[in-house]
């Protein structure tokens, strides 16, 4: 543990305060308080009692401890006030199971990085992620608590939303496959086509990178980055996007966005966060991943694919009752995805690629041949497994249209084949509907970037 401080460098830490449990005997944690006292180049500001009464009353502890004691009763409601009275930027915890478990450890480390603050323990240490670079420019970030939730689709439709009201608008999208150096494109004046795709393929580039697929769905300025590495906090090991929010700040556009990746964020701090989360995700796993933190910074909360049968209600009304306890002042909106290709489809066959669940066939399918007009052959939801995409492919009859999302191994297998066997490449964007109508998120949207702007 002394070792663990120590490799830590103790002296960029100034205020510690120590977690306590009344399982142990005071004279135990009295001894161990002295021992950290000693060893840390700071001041130990106070004493949270997480709780347990075996060994300790809570009316005794003047009797053993010299240091400011706060009595937690309540995680959830009383340990961020705990922190808000002592100001520590390191919290060390000696207590133990059974009065703390993964859980509830979960949720401290949660809440100490919301408070800016480390949390370590014997033989563990969170390191709070500060020290982001801020932006000048009106900045949001969209966030996730996981991948595969929806995040760039919203992104792509909240920067779409902004350009209808006549903002100038730049994505920052980072990648586990972006570029090696921040890659520009200006999608209103670059024709994103398969062949243009394929050509980015063959330069050893992921041609299915979020910036790509941002600028091809919204037709903006977007930006791409890469990143490697995710910590419990969203902290990446390696990345190049403060590179990337530079370059978009000196083009000085209305509004930045900056896209997460995974459950992975970027470096940069915004002026909002925006949190994306699936609706078919259970809470123990999302604070199992540190998600409470996500969701206390963030101003808005989306709920997304909120519908049978990827999610049922019981779910769905767990998280929102728990995002609430979390945040009760978010704005939370509940949503689903609907297909939308780029491409004609009337009259024509067509295969559909996608890494949605494959429990939507159906309904996927009949809604694009009822919207469409057109007849569904064929659909594969393999494109994050390339063995199986080539078995699927080449199983699949005659069809005229092969329609996909533009991820994974849309661009190197789908693209490839059916430019190679003469047939029509399309691709789909994933459209957002909004419970109450797409019209409130949006007018939400204008309402967010004025505060924003005007620095409220």
Same mark, same amino acid.
């Given at each position: 543990?002394?070792?663990?401080?120590? &490799?830590?460098?103790?002296?960029?830490?100034?205020?510690?305060?120590?977690?306590?449990?009344?399982?142990?005997? $005071?004279?135990?944690?009295?001894?161990?308080?002295?021992?950290?006292?000693?060893?840390?180049?700071?001041?130990?500001?106070?004493?949270?009692?997480?709780?347990?009464?075996?060994?300790?009353?809570?009316?005794?502890?003047?009797?053993? !401890?010299?240091?400011?004691?706060?009595?937690?009763?309540?995680?959830?409601?009383?340990?961020?006030?705990?922190?808000?009275?002592?100001?520590?930027?390191?919290?060390?915890?000696?207590?133990?199971?059974?009065?703390?478990?993964?859980?509830?450890? &979960?949720?401290?480390?949660?809440?100490?990085?919301?408070?800016?603050?480390?949390?370590?323990?014997?033989?563990? !240490?969170?390191?709070?992620?500060?020290?982001?670079?801020?932006?000048?420019?009106?900045?949001?970030?969209?966030?996730?608590?996981?991948?595969?939730?929806?995040?760039?689709?919203?992104?792509?439709?909240?920067?779409?939303?902004?350009?209808?009201?006549?903002?100038?608008?730049?994505?920052?999208? &980072?990648?586990?496959?972006?570029?090696?150096?921040?890659? #520009?494109?200006?999608?209103?004046? #670059?024709?994103?086509?398969?062949?243009?795709?394929?050509? =980015?393929?063959?330069?050893?580039?992921?041609?299915?990178?979020?910036?790509?697929?941002?600028?091809?769905?919204? @037709?903006?300025?977007?930006?791409?980055?890469?990143?490697?590495?995710?910590?419990?906090?969203?902290?990446? !090991?390696?990345?190049?996007?403060?590179?990337?929010?530079? =370059?978009?700040?000196?083009?000085?556009?209305?509004?930045?966005?900056?896209?997460?990746?995974?459950?992975?964020?970027?470096?940069?701090?915004?002026?909002?966060?925006?949190?994306?989360?699936?609706?078919?995700? @259970?809470?123990?796993?999302?604070?199992?991943?540190?998600?409470?933190?996500?969701?206390? +910074?963030?101003?808005?909360?989306? =709920?997304?694919?909120?519908?049978? $049968?990827?999610?049922?209600?019981?779910? +769905?009304?767990?998280?929102?009752?728990?995002?609430?306890?979390?945040? $009760?002042?978010?704005?939370?909106?509940?949503?689903?995805?609907?297909?939308?290709?780029?491409?004609?489809?009337?009259?024509?066959?067509?295969?559909?690629?996608?890494?949605?669940?494959?429990?939507?066939?159906?309904?996927?399918?009949?809604? =694009?041949?009822?919207?469409?007009?057109?007849?569904?052959?064929?659909?594969? !939801?393999?494109?994050?497994?390339? $063995?199986?995409?080539?078995?699927?492919?080449?199983?699949?009859?005659?069809?005229?249209?092969?329609?996909?999302? #533009?991820?994974?191994?849309?661009?190197?297998?789908?693209?490839?084949?059916?430019?190679?066997?003469?047939?029509?490449?399309?691709? &789909?964007?994933?459209?957002?509907?909004?419970?109450?109508?797409?019209?409130?998120?949006?007018?939400?949207?204008?309402?967010?970037?004025?505060?924003?702007?005007?620095?409220?």
């Amino acid at each position: 543990m002394l070792n663990l401080l120590k &490799m830590q460098n103790c002296k960029k830490f100034k205020r510690m305060v120590a977690l306590i449990d009344g399982e142990h005997y $005071p004279q135990v944690t009295n001894d161990a308080i002295r021992k950290l006292k000693k060893e840390f180049c700071g001041t130990i500001a106070g004493i949270i009692f997480l709780g347990g009464t075996e060994k300790i009353s809570s009316g005794k502890f003047s009797d053993f !401890f010299d240091y400011d004691i706060f009595v937690v009763k309540d995680i959830l409601q009383d340990f961020l006030s705990a922190l808000d009275k002592f100001k520590p930027d390191i919290v060390f915890d000696l207590s133990d199971q059974p009065v703390v478990n993964h859980d509830i450890r &979960m949720k401290i480390a949660s809440f100490c990085f919301y408070k800016k603050a480390s949390y370590m323990g014997t033989d563990f !240490f969170f390191e709070n992620p500060s020290d982001r670079m801020k932006l000048e420019v009106p900045s949001i970030s969209v966030i996730g608590t996981g991948k595969r939730i929806g995040k760039t689709a919203i992104s792509a439709f909240i920067a779409q939303a902004y350009k209808k009201k006549g903002l100038d608008v730049i994505v920052v999208a &980072m990648g586990r496959g972006g570029p090696q150096k921040p890659q #520009l494109l200006k999608g209103s004046e #670059l024709e994103i086509t398969p062949r243009f795709l394929l050509s =980015l393929s063959k330069k050893g580039l992921h041609a299915s990178s979020d910036y790509i697929e941002d600028a091809l769905m919204s @037709k903006i300025t977007t930006i791409g980055c890469r990143r490697c590495g995710g910590g419990f906090g969203g902290k990446v !090991f390696l990345s190049n996007v403060t590179e990337g929010a530079k =370059l978009a700040s000196s083009l000085k556009p209305d509004l930045i966005i900056m896209e997460g990746s995974g459950a992975s964020l970027p470096d940069v701090d915004t002026d909002s966060y925006i949190c994306v989360i699936g609706a078919d995700q @259970k809470w123990d796993e999302i604070v199992g991943y540190l998600g409470i933190y996500r969701i206390m +910074i963030s101003q808005t909360i989306i =709920l997304t694919m909120c519908e049978k $049968p990827i999610a049922d209600f019981e779910n +769905i009304e767990i998280l929102l009752n728990n995002i609430r306890e979390i945040n $009760p002042s978010a704005s939370v909106f509940l949503s689903i995805f609907r297909p939308y290709p780029l491409g004609e489809l009337g009259g024509k066959k067509v295969v559909v690629g996608m890494t949605a669940k494959s429990m939507m066939q159906e309904k996927i399918k009949n809604y =694009l041949e009822k919207k469409y007009k057109c007849t569904i052959t064929g659909m594969t !939801f393999s494109l994050s497994d390339r $063995p199986k995409l080539y078995n699927e492919i080449e199983k699949f009859g005659d069809f005229d249209v092969f329609l996909s999302e #533009l991820k994974a191994a849309a661009v190197d297998v789908i693209t490839d084949y059916s430019v190679k066997h003469n047939k029509e490449v399309a691709y &789909m964007n994933n459209v957002p509907f909004f419970r109450g109508g797409n019209r409130k998120f949006t007018d939400y949207l204008l309402v967010l970037f004025k505060k924003i702007a005007s620095g409220c």
